[in-house]
């Protein structure tokens, strides 16, 4: 009894000089729940991503939101669409968050550690091989436009003759080609890129799509409109028209496999418009992030517009005319 009577009356004590303290040097002897939340909601929003390899740089792209206090993210990761990932941790500064091995092609898991250094996030994983790799990322940009653009002149991307203003991704067959005046996928190949690289614009461009084909028109070469007649089973947003992964054309135009159809896209900061042969299937919509397959994640800069060669069968285009804002 005398030992409680002790050491409640030390306790009494102590609690009464705490009481005495200023309020600020009472919240100094630990963090307080809203400071915590205010760290963690510091990780909320949407993330461009650069994964760098020993030889290689990956974009990538994550948006982290919380709901009913649990934290979710949408991710695309080296190539793909967005897709939810399984787990996804955050502690003070630090993020853990896994994408799944079987959407990496490889045989673990692909864990991902970083700390929020300010507005960047920065960590490590590994590649398939266990390679150390490291990786950033940094706010992706709103993009935000007022008013409506200035267009400027239009420009023809293709001559019909040759491959004058564009450029391969890789060297060597199979290669794109021009036939009777259309410029023709290869198949299971490299992409096609423009030298001209753009920010806001409108485009045109005809596409002929063959039987179980895959084609794609990437958008300053990070958001694709897609270009198949392969992708039945798969959602809406993989079908002809689609920004890959994000938006579904609506309505979706029948298919169409070695027929002429039109494209006439037009971009403005993050917001799309696709009309396809003469009807409207995404209708200002916001892109919300890159495509798996993007040349870089860097979405504030200009880009260009390439064309998908790396997915089966063949796809002609012609008529390729750009017109940039000014």
């Known amino acids: 009894m005398k030992i409680e009577r002790v050491l409640l009356t030390a306790g009494f004590a102590i609690a009464l000089a705490l009481s005495s303290l200023p309020a600020h040097a009472q919240a100094s002897s630990s963090s307080s729940p809203s400071a915590q939340s205010a760290d963690l909601k510091a990780f909320l929003g949407r993330w461009d991503l650069t994964l760098k ?8 792209w994550i948006e982290i939101q919380q709901q009913n206090g649990q934290f979710t993210a949408q991710f695309v990761s080296r190539w793909g669409n967005a897709r939810p ?3 996804i941790e955050i502690q003070g500064t630090h993020i853990t968050f896994v994408s799944p091995k079987e959407e990496e092609d490889r045989k673990d898991d692909m864990v991902f550690e970083g700390a929020l250094n300010g507005k960047t996030i920065s960590g490590t994983t590994t590649g398939q091989d266990g390679t150390p790799w490291t990786w950033t990322g940094v706010r992706a940009p709103a993009l935000d436009k007022t ?3 200035k267009w400027g002149k239009s420009i023809e991307l293709f001559n019909g003759k040759d491959l004058t203003g564009w450029k391969m991704s890789a ?10 005046g259309s410029l023709v996928s290869p198949g299971n190949g490299p992409e096609i ?3 001209i690289r753009v920010q806001d614009f409108k485009l045109h461009i005809e596409f002929n799509c063959g039987k179980e084909s895959n084609s794609g028109v990437y958008l300053r070469g990070r958001y694709e409109v897609q ?3 392969d992708s039945v089973a798969e959602p809406p947003s993989h079908h002809t028209g689609g ?7 609506s309505p979706e135009q029948p298919r169409a496999p070695d027929a002429w159809q039109t494209f006439d896209i037009t971009l ?3 917001r799309v418009t696709v009309v396809q042969n003469g009807k409207t299937v995404i209708n200002n919509q916001e892109i919300p992030g890159i495509t798996g397959g993007a040349l870089n994640s860097h979405e504030s800069l200009a880009g260009p517009i390439y064309l998908q060669g790396g997915e089966k069968g063949h796809v002609a285009f012609r008529k390729i005319i750009l017109t940039p804002a000014g």
Do not use: C, M, N
């Open 53 to 60: 390899a020993p030889d290689h740089e990956y974009p990538s």
């Open 85 to 87: 990932l399984p787990k």
């Open 147 to 149: 008013g409506e653009p």
């Open 171 to 180: 060297s060597g067959p199979p290669i794109w080609t021009v036939q009777d």
């Open 193 to 195: 890129i423009t030298d």
């Open 227 to 229: 270009i198949e007649t």
């Open 243 to 249: 920004v890959y992964g994000f938006l579904a054309p």
């Open 268 to 270: 403005v900061g993050r």
